[in-house]
Every structure is written in structure tokens, then in C-alpha cells.
């Protein structure tokens, strides 16, 4: 049986004393949609690259929906949040039928101008698209700042360092 893992990131490490907010076009700068998501992640040192190592290696075939990433930057602008977490929900939902699991990586420490924790309310979101029956692994930095409130939603959460 050859399994179908989702791909997805939304990653960012708000600096809250940075002046300013990041916005969508500095996200875009970055960010990498579908199955250029595999192209541009392969043989990186990042999450991603290493979650497109394993499914290659384990000969699985990747559902890749959107990566968007910020950098370390000042808080980040709530049209990013609206923009990037209703892709990879809706896009999660729509092959919910069809998956086996769901590779997420996240950083542990974003905040939006309204969001004092977008990266829970992101995973509690795709968790209610796609239920409990599909595993949704996280991946966050080392220094990431998260609670019990995610590991309710998320199936198993990973801290990871890479230099």
C-alpha cells in the first residue's frame, strides 16, 4: 500500500519588539505552492526538505498544498493568517478522503495582530476539516512557545533543530 501524506508549512518568529507588521507580499517572497513545494524542498536542511526525504525514501506520494514563510520578522499581519491557514484547511479538506497523514510544519513562536497563538487556532482549524481519523504531525523549532492547547489538536508534535 503506498500511503498519501499531506505537506504543508506556515512558518514564522515574530520579533515582537521589530517595528511594523510582516505582510502577504513579505511572506510571498518565499512561499512555494504545490508541486513546486517538492521541487524547491527537496535536499534542503528544513523541515520540509526533510519531510520530502522520508516520503521518497518510504516511497510515498506527497500532497503538497502551500508553504509560507516569513523569516524573523515583526508580528505578522492578519491577512497572512487569512490567507495561508483557509489554503491548507481547504486544501486538506478537499483530499481528507484520500490521505493517510498529514505532515504540518510549524515554528512555535508567531503571533498575528490578533492572534496571540496562530499556529494552535491553524492546527484546531485543519483538525475540524479533516476530523480525528488522519494523523496531523507538527513539526516546531526548539524554542518554540506552545501549550496542551496544541498537542489536543495536532496527533504528535516534533521540536526540531537545524543550523
Do not use: Q
Not at 535536499?43 to 520530502?52: A, E, K, L, Q, V
Not at 510544519?105 to 483538525?127: F, I, K, N
Not at 513539526?139 to 496527533?155: M, S
Request: charged share 25%.
Amino acid at each position: 500500500m503506498r500511503y498519501r501524506i499531506g505537506v504543508a508549512g506556515f512558518s514564522h518568529e515574530t520579533v515582537s519588539f521589530w517595528p511594523g507588521v510582516t505582510s502577504l507580499d513579505d511572506f510571498e517572497l518565499t512561499s512555494v505552492y504545490g508541486e513546486d513545494i517538492i521541487e524547491k524542498g527537496r535536499d534542503t536542511n528544513s523541515c520540509i526538505g526533510g519531510f520530502i526525504e522520508v516520503c521518497e525514501k518510504e516511497e510515498a506520494e506527497m500532497v503538497p498544498i502551500v508553504v509560507g514563510s516569513g523569516g524573523a520578522t515583526a508580528t505578522v499581519a492578519d491577512e497572512v493568517y487569512d490567507h495561508y491557514v483557509p489554503l491548507i484547511v481547504e486544501g486538506f479538506r478537499k483530499e481528507k478522503d484520500h490521505l493517510d497523514g498529514i505532515l504540518l510544519s510549524l515554528h512555535g513562536a508567531m503571533a498575528t495582530e490578533s492572534r496571540t497563538d496562530p499556529e494552535t487556532d491553524a492546527v484546531r482549524a485543519l483538525r475540524k476539516a479533516v476530523g480525528y481519523d488522519i494523523p496531523i504531525m507538527v513539526t516546531l523549532d526548539l524554542h518554540g512557545n506552545k501549550d496542551e492547547a496544541l498537542l489536543k489538536e495536532a496527533t504528535a508534535v516534533f521540536g526540531f533543530h537545524s543550523s
